[in-house]
């Protein structure tokens, strides 16, 4: 397999010097990633004083040596097991355990991670422009900034909703159908002619999918049909909600779906670190395809200068000095919003208002019949931004979030947040942050919740200071630097990874075909 690193001396302004006496070098030598590892080096890495290397060239060749001296490791333990198996067992054990690692790409020079436009094919389920959920603002800031950084972007999605125009960016609608468990997430396979056609022209550098669902696995067909790398992103945690909407035993046929999706993908994106030891904890593809997609939050939509005493009036039903609790999000059974009645039981001084729809919202009304809460249903631009910054308190009790964009949201909002210390919200609010950016409670546990919701509630400098805190957190997460790492990075990871599968698959042919031949292994210029 060739490497993109080239010797063009401008990719360094370190001079490269021989390791051997002579000044020039026979017309027969071979520049294979070993040779060149083992004849040059760079005066930034062969310095006693400096024991890192400095230049991105060394940086690729330090690499190359490590990986060769591995190698050279176990033909050694390999050898010496022939001749003494028991001794090579008890003291090479470690050995071993290195050969078993898994492999990363190796590291990038400036040229590999400036890479030049690509052509990206979305395959996104359900549509981010028509589907509220916590993925449709992740979506579509991350077309907005492919677009600026000026790559050719198609999104393949569900059909109702999609606009003319966005950025643009291709977009092609599939016709779908209702989810038989959950009839508001429309689904699609999107392996129709017409797509697969589309798709083919467009001449796709790399595939990217939303994970999981039904869509997926048209998209994973369309990428091995044109041989193109394919990258899966992790969005929804279905077997947690399983058990909430169908049968529990479903839940180890719907772990062995995803995992032969994501083994068959060339990289995983996960939102949170919480998701990503879950997905590791399952065994649903070697760690090292395993990547975090970094948060990011639109802090000039969500700021607190939307406050307004005219959305705050009414949220609270018409009673605007009295401390409002502000829930945002779909309205689900699995989100634990009934954890609220209790909540709302026990603090009759507050009022609470549920911002969103879902199928769980006739229940809920009823559930909340007589006390002091409000339904708005589903709120958009500046609307939303007013009722997030009107509120005093933001509580999520949902346990099943990948992530938790609408906590995002709330604290860029400055709002004091009271969440569930599950999912991927320990993410947003981890362990040295609690009680300064926000407050965590053990999941389900009333007592623990009120602990927390009820010092906030009677004291307004308190909320002030954490919601401040908050708002100065989440500045810090900005969707262009979280698109701009995937770009560069983990697609450039994802590519690595396909060209090294694609080559083990052709490996057992160039062997057949060079005993037949008798030709010389390639080498792989450098």
């Not at 422009?129 to 603002?137: I, T």
């Not at 910054?389 to 004091?416: K, Q, R």
């Not at 983990?490 to 060209?499: G, P």
Request: glycine share 6%.
């Amino acid at each position: 397999m060739s490497s993109s690193l080239s010797r063009n001396p401008a990719l360094s302004p370190l001079p490269f010097v021989a390791s051997t006496t002579s000044s020039s070098f026979p017309s027969s030598f071979n520049y294979t990633p070993t040779n060149f590892a083992s004849n040059f080096t760079c005066f930034c890495a062969s310095s006693e004083a400096i024991r890192r290397p400095i230049c991105q060239i060394c940086v690729k060749t330090k690499f190359l040596q490590s990986k060769r001296v591995k190698q050279l490791r176990i033909l050694k333990v390999r050898s010496s097991a022939n001749e003494n198996p028991i001794a090579a067992s008890a003291s090479s054990s470690s050995e071993y355990e290195e050969e078993g690692e898994e492999e990363n790409p190796p590291p990038m020079v400036e040229s590999e991670i400036n890479s030049r436009p690509r052509r990206i094919a979305l395959f996104v389920e359900p549509s981010p422009f028509a589907y509220v959920s916590g993925y449709k603002n992740r979506f579509q800031n991350f077309i907005r900034y492919l677009r600026e950084m000026g790559d050719e972007v198609m999104v393949v999605t569900t059909h109702e909703g999609v606009p003319q125009e966005f950025y643009g960016a291709q977009l092609i609608g599939s016709r779908s159908f209702p989810c038989p468990w959950y009839q508001k997430v429309p689904l699609s396979l999107a392996l129709s002619p017409r797509i697969i056609s589309a798709v083919a022209k467009f001449k796709p550098d790399i595939i990217h999918a939303s994970s999981p669902g039904i869509m997926v696995f048209g998209a994973l067909i369309i990428a091995k049909l044109l041989s193109v790398p394919i990258v899966m992103s992790y969005h929804t945690h279905v077997p947690v909600y399983i058990p909430r909407y169908t049968f529990s035993w479903l839940v180890k046929p719907m772990w062995l779906v995803i995992k032969f999706l994501h083994r068959a993908a060339d990289l995983t994106l996960v939102p949170s670190a919480a998701i990503a030891k879950d997905l590791q904890a399952a065994r649903v593809t070697a760690s090292n395809k395993i990547r975090l997609w970094n948060k990011g939050v639109d802090s000039e939509s969500f700021n607190p200068r939307f406050r307004s005493q005219e959305m705050r009036f009414r949220l609270s039903n018409g009673e605007p000095d009295k401390p409002l609790i502000v829930h945002v999000g779909r309205l689900g059974v699995e989100k634990s919003l009934d954890f609220l009645k209790g909540v709302m039981d026990k603090l009759p001084e507050a009022r609470i208002a549920f911002i969103g729809d879902g199928p769980f919202r006739e229940e809920l009304e009823q559930m909340f019949s007589g006390m002091n809460a409000v339904f708005t249903g589903t709120l958009h631009g500046e609307e939303l931004s007013q009722a997030y910054a009107s509120g005093d308190i933001f509580v999520m009790p949902s346990e099943s979030e990948t992530l938790g964009f609408v906590v995002l949201e709330a604290m860029s909002s400055g709002l004091a947040v009271v969440a569930a210390r599950a999912g991927g919200i320990p993410d947003i609010i981890p362990e040295d942050h609690e009680d300064k950016t926000g407050f965590l409670y053990s999941p389900g546990d009333l007592d623990d919740c009120l602990s927390k919701l009820k010092p906030l509630l009677h004291d307004q400098e308190l909320r002030g200071v954490i919601g401040r805190e908050a708002r100065v957190e989440m500045e810090k997460y900005d969707w262009r630097a979280a698109t701009r790492k995937i770009r560069n990075e983990q697609y450039n990871a994802a590519i690595w990874f396909w060209r090294k599968k694609r080559a083990q698959f052709f490996r057992p042919f160039q062997w057949w075909f060079r005993r037949v031949v008798h030709a010389p292994p390639p080498a792989v210029e450098l």
